[in-house]
């Protein structure tokens, strides 16, 4: 356990770029070899590579958000283990219960918690449908986040690291276990059921996750979580759906136009708030596009 704090510690900046890296190839490999959703054959027009540029784009911008910012995050920690602040400096605990604690504190308050908000408040919300208007759901989408839904992501990870007073080598490994297992549960695969079940006990998996992005309430304003899956069984959010069912999108920007564009995705917080249509009937869906 000492070298693992050690080595989050001090993790050169290189290395978190290859969690990044390394974690979009390896399960773009395996969405490729064994994919949920035959995205070619369903949609003619869907060319994996394209709908990845539109992804790795505002995977781009949210690096630069949070490298511009991360300056906050070590002083907001270092201030917070200095003055004997939040919840981890008030328990005296081994490494390893910290680095339990602390992760579930920190995915309960710097993403669960911001995630169901932003599904509640509307301004936030006009941010946050980006990362919901992807109809091809892969990998990729995991960082598919406008640059203000970032800035909004990274204030409430700050807060988190008050709320827990964690030490910045547990800053890193959560984030580099949320890049990670966000990357993991989009990706478009689905687990054998065993697998679910076992894996579904400790962390939040492709099948859980895929729910939240079907295209329609109340659907949508379910499955919140990111690393752990018990936030949601604890406030009633979880909901279980069959992968063949699910239609991703969202329901008020359907048309490939509104959410193929990287200028209007850009846009779309300063458009007018448009309220959820709901279900489309089976024409309706033959003729979205």
Same mark, same amino acid.
């Given at each position: 356990?000492?070298?693992?704090?050690?080595?989050?510690?001090?993790?050169?900046?290189?290395?978190?770029?290859?969690?990044?890296?390394?974690?979009?190839?390896?399960?773009?490999?395996?969405?490729?070899?064994?994919?949920?959703?035959?995205?070619?054959?369903?949609?003619? @027009?869907y060319r994996k590579v394209a709908h990845a540029g539109?992804?790795?784009?505002?995977?781009?911008?949210?690096?630069?958000?949070?490298?511009?910012?991360?300056?906050?995050?070590?002083?907001?920690?270092? !201030?917070?283990?200095?003055?004997?602040? @939040? &919840?981890?400096? !008030?328990?005296?605990?081994?490494?390893?219960?910290?680095?339990?604690?602390?992760?579930?504190?920190?995915?309960?308050?710097?993403?669960?918690? $911001?995630?169901?908000?932003?599904?509640?408040?509307?301004?936030?919300?006009?941010?946050?449908?980006?990362?919901?208007?992807?109809?091809?759901?892969?990998?990729?989408?995991?960082?598919?986040?406008?640059?203000?839904?970032?800035?909004?992501?990274?204030?409430?990870?700050?807060?988190?690291?008050?709320?827990?007073?964690?030490?910045? !080598?547990?800053?890193?490994? +959560?984030?580099?276990?949320?890049?990670?297992?966000?990357?993991?549960?989009?990706?478009?695969?689905?687990?054998?059921? !065993?697998?679910?079940? &076992?894996?579904?006990?400790?962390?939040?998996?492709?099948?859980?996750?895929?729910?939240?992005?079907? +295209?329609?309430? $109340?659907?949508?304003?379910?499955? +919140? @979580?990111?690393?752990?899956?018990?936030?949601?069984?604890?406030?009633?959010?979880?909901?279980?759906?069959?992968?063949?069912?699910?239609?991703?999108?969202?329901?008020?920007?359907?048309?490939?136009?509104?959410?193929?564009?990287?200028?209007?995705?850009?846009?779309?917080?300063?458009?007018?708030?448009?309220? $959820?249509?709901?279900?489309?009937?089976?024409?309706?869906?033959?003729?979205?596009?």
């Amino acid at each position: 356990m000492e070298r693992l704090v050690d080595y989050f510690e001090h993790i050169p900046s290189l290395h978190r770029s290859l969690i990044l890296v390394g974690g979009i190839t390896i399960f773009w490999l395996i969405e490729s070899a064994v994919p949920l959703f035959q995205f070619s054959q369903t949609a003619p @027009g869907y060319r994996k590579v394209a709908h990845a540029g539109i992804n790795i784009f505002f995977t781009v911008t949210t690096i630069l958000v949070n490298f511009c910012l991360a300056f906050l995050l070590l002083r907001t920690s270092d !201030w917070a283990v200095e003055h004997h602040v @939040g &919840l981890l400096q !008030w328990l005296v605990l081994p490494h390893w219960a910290e680095a339990l604690v602390g992760l579930m504190a920190l995915d309960l308050v710097g993403a669960w918690l $911001p995630h169901w908000i932003q599904h509640k408040v509307k301004f936030l919300w006009r941010f946050h449908l980006i990362h919901h208007t992807d109809t091809y759901v892969d990998t990729t989408t995991a960082n598919r986040h406008h640059p203000g839904e970032s800035v909004i992501r990274f204030a409430f990870t700050t807060l988190a690291i008050l709320v827990t007073g964690a030490p910045m !080598w547990l800053v890193f490994l +959560y984030q580099a276990l949320s890049v990670l297992l966000s990357q993991f549960n989009h990706a478009n695969i689905e687990l054998p059921r !065993w697998a679910d079940r &076992l894996l579904g006990l400790i962390i939040v998996t492709p099948n859980m996750h895929h729910v939240h992005h079907h +295209y329609v309430l $109340p659907v949508t304003n379910t499955n +919140y @979580g990111n690393i752990f899956p018990y936030w949601d069984r604890l406030f009633g959010t979880f909901h279980k759906m069959e992968g063949k069912d699910i239609q991703y999108g969202i329901d008020t920007h359907l048309k490939p136009r509104e959410h193929s564009r990287i200028g209007n995705l850009l846009a779309i917080p300063f458009q007018k708030y448009r309220p $959820p249509v709901g279900e489309l009937t089976p024409r309706e869906k033959e003729f979205q596009s």
